[in-house]
């Protein structure tokens, strides 16, 4: 009870979170609770329903701080519980303590406007533990399909939608009282929650017997929910399965009175040109290539990302998505309907058990961050357990990915940064000094392995050791697992809980930011403390921790692609891919070293499936940057290695085993010809400022003028290697100005008439 809350809370909140429309479909006007929150010094919070919008006032008029909800509306599937793409909108002056990633509209080195990444001083990787964007995983691909459904309707479209969907609710919702039922609200947008009372169990019997599953409240209410994909003759089915002698012939006259007056939408929306320009499949599909032909993507080149492991995405891992069985079911349908997905589920539970050499698995965490997140907290409930409830200092390495801290600070633990030495291991003797100094409150160890430096901790046992000796548990993060598959098992050498990101190491694409998905596998000792779920009982056990996803097993949809990858390359295929990352990684450090220096080896100058390249000695001789060699690889038509992380001035560089000598070549002959150009800027052949690597990327707008103000030549800039003449990439903008963008932060759609200089 909505308003018996209200009245009970005594002095300031945090925040008060209310759903619009409710779970059960009805629709109340949240004005005045959100007043009363804002009384109390809280933030109020709507929970929306992303079309219910289209018919309904938007959160910002009733006073809401913060919306929140699912995407999942705008042409995603369910998926058995996903992917799909969430969606935060907050005030303009909660914009810096969002979280997640910001894109922003900047100026690039020409004036023109161009689109990025802003207000990246918030994010895990610089922030660490005081970051803020680290609450979330990303899903970016959903997200551009959700866009894509909005963009391809439009308003107009959106709006039929919505409107056909409430009248076929309200239309069954008529009928339904007719035929002597009440109704749990008469106010609603799609669904329809009706008190059957004593008729529950027989009617929610008969719609499964008749193919439909229908939502079972409790014992005296169902619930029924419509989509665009309804109809007349599916209703009246629903109707019979009601008992009902009712039916309906039509819905275009029905009044849509079941929304409240007060509540109804007049507000524009989708009022942007990109939502009223692209219509028809024609029109679409060539708007969606000219977004494609923007980016450097893996179907154009190698993509050398350190600590992502951008392999292929094969075309036979992929299909089984596309198949209905796989896309169609509701997460929480009846377990008897799912043996499919239940048996896909035993079979990569019981890999990813022999591959790690873990006892237990839960396929819940959508990608790394969660699954970070879940074995910390599954550490926090192991002592908990134990009677050790003030165990909450983590301990975690100065190499370690940004994410460790940031989950580690969710978790409720504090972070002690442990010291790496010169070759890139962690400082044997600072861990074991603070293991002991923190050994009545120690409660793990995170630790990277290979590490994120790059190399393999040769003392990897002994570090487990002491952090075991001194009372705590040590996490290992899974994202480097690309170059253990096969060669070595986590679960025997020390690690008693670890994610594995299946967008990295097990195929699933990376989509621009997401999808992803983070399984943690742990020992036997921290079995009883894997996620669980309210809904499905058995997802997990019942003394576990509670669930880190909406659905009990994640994005389930996506397990499929990783499902393949393992039963197509089996056990030795496997292996061989770990063992292929590993040389390729090595043949690149080795040509390279001669011009770029390699940061850290191995104690036989070997490196593992990624290596780093120093760039701070060429910055302090010629003033070039990390940023500018990034930049410079654009007009090449590469997209950049991992810059200054983990470490400050560096570039780190992962080819994965999916890429051929020829291209692995290719990439190493354009940084060495990029070396090059750096030592004509040191011998004073190009000038300091004004030369390929200080201007780059070059736009053919640029080259194509007719002034041309540079002390090199056009073809110097566009076709730096003779091989580029043949096929070029060209960049939409040029070099983008970081520090504008973060200063007039602007995050919104450009303007009507920047959109029409931008498609001219």
């Not at 169902?222 to 002698?245: M, Q």
């Not at 040769?458 to 993060?477: A, L, P, R, S, T």
């Not at 030592?679 to 070059?698: C, G, M, Q, T, V």
């Amino acid at each position: 009870d909505q308003e018996k809350d209200l009245k009970n809370i005594d002095g300031n909140v945090v925040c008060g979170v209310l759903q619009y429309p409710g779970t059960l479909g009805d629709i109340k006007d949240p004005s005045e609770a959100i007043s009363k929150i804002h009384k109390k010094n809280g933030k109020a919070i709507l929970v929306c329903d992303l079309l219910a919008l289209a018919k309904l006032k938007t959160p910002a008029e009733l006073g809401a701080d913060i919306a929140v909800g699912n995407s999942q509306r705008f042409g995603i599937p369910m998926g058995y519980g996903g992917p799909h793409a969430a969606f935060f909108a907050t005030k303009d002056e909660y914009k810096r303590a969002m979280p997640g990633r910001i894109i922003g509209v900047s100026v690039d080195r020409l004036g023109k406007k161009a689109l990025r990444m802003a207000l990246q001083t918030r994010e895990q990787h610089i922030r660490r533990e005081k970051a803020t964007s680290n609450i979330c995983t990303a899903q970016a691909l959903l997200a551009i399909i959700s866009a894509a459904y909005a963009i391809y309707h439009g308003p107009k479209g959106i709006n039929q939608i919505a409107e056909r969907i409430s009248k076929l609710a309200k239309s069954f919702a008529d009928k339904i009282k007719k035929s002597g039922y009440e109704l749990y609200s008469d106010s609603f947008f799609d669904t329809v929650t009706i008190l059957t009372k004593n008729k529950t169990q027989n009617i929610y019997k008969n719609a499964l017997r008749n193919g439909v599953n229908l939502r079972l409240v409790d014992e005296n209410m169902l619930s029924v929910a419509f989509d665009e994909r309804k109809n007349v003759e599916k209703t009246n089915e629903l109707l019979k399965i009601f008992n009902s002698a009712e039916s309906i012939n039509e819905t275009g006259k029905v009044v849509l009175s079941n929304i409240p007056k007060n509540l109804e939408r007049s507000s524009e929306y989708l009022t942007h040109p990109v939502f009223n320009s692209y219509h028809s499949e024609t029109e679409m599909t060539r708007y969606l290539k000219k977004l494609e032909d923007s980016d450097i993507a893996l179907n154009r080149s190698m993509i050398s990302l350190g600590s992502c492991t951008m392999k292929l995405n094969a075309v036979s891992e992929m299909i089984p998505v596309t198949w209905n069985e796989f896309y169609e079911p509701h997460p929480f349908a009846p377990v008897e309907q799912m043996e499919g997905y239940r048996n896909l589920f035993t079979d990569l539970k019981n890999w990813l058990r022999e591959i790690t050499g873990f006892s237990g698995v839960s396929l819940q965490p959508n990608a790394g961050a969660q699954g970070e997140f879940a074995g910390l907290m599954i550490i926090r409930k192991y002592h908990s357990e134990n009677g050790d409830k003030d165990r909450n200092v983590c301990l975690i390495p100065s190499s370690a990915h940004g994410t460790n801290p940031a989950s580690a600070q969710m978790a409720g633990m504090k972070v002690v940064v442990i010291a790496c030495d010169k070759d890139g291991n962690i400082d044997f003797e600072d861990l074991k000094s603070k293991a002991e100094q923190y050994s009545k409150n120690l409660s793990a160890l995170m630790v990277t392995y290979p590490s994120t430096h790059g190399v393999f901790e040769e003392k990897i046992k002994e570090i487990c050791k002491i952090v075991h000796d001194n009372g705590g548990q040590v996490y290992m993060d899974g994202a480097n697992l690309n170059a253990l598959v096969g060669i070595a098992k986590p679960g025997k050498f020390g690690p008693d809980v670890c994610h594995i990101n299946l967008h990295k190491t097990f195929c699933i694409p990376h989509g621009g930011g997401g999808p992803g998905m983070g399984p943690i596998a742990c020992k036997k000792h921290l079995d009883p403390f894997l996620p669980k779920h309210e809904v499905i009982k058995d997802c997990g056990p019942t003394t576990g921790i509670g669930a880190v996803s909406a659905a009990p097993w994640g994005s389930s949809s996506i397990l499929v692609i990783s499902w393949m990858y393992i039963k197509m390359m089996g056990a030795e295929g496997l292996k061989k891919a770990s063992q292929v990352a590993i040389l390729n990684a090595n043949y690149i450090a080795r040509k390279l070293h001669k011009h770029f220096p390699i940061l850290y080896t191995g104690k036989n100058g070997n490196v593992a499936h990624e290596c780093i390249i120093d760039i701070r000695p060429i910055k302090a001789e010629t003033g070039i940057t990390e940023e500018d060699i990034a930049k410079r690889l654009i007009d090449f038509g590469f997209h950049a290695p991992t810059m200054s992380w983990p470490v400050l001035g560096t570039m780190m560089i992962e080819p994965t085993e999916s890429e051929s000598l020829f291209e692995l070549n290719r990439f190493c002959d354009t940084l060495i010809k990029i070396k090059e150009e750096i030592n004509k800027i040191k011998s004073r052949e190009f000038d300091k400022l004004d030369n390929p690597l200080k201007n780059a990327p070059h736009t053919h707008v640029e080259l194509t003028a007719n002034e041309w103000k540079h002390k090199y030549d056009r073809e110097t800039a566009a076709y730096p290697s003779t091989n580029l003449k043949s096929y070029k990439y060209w960049p939409p903008v040029s070099r983008v100005d970081n520090v504008y963008g973060d200063k007039n932060l602007f995050c919104s759609c450009p303007t009507m008439d920047e959109y029409k200089e931008s498609a001219a």
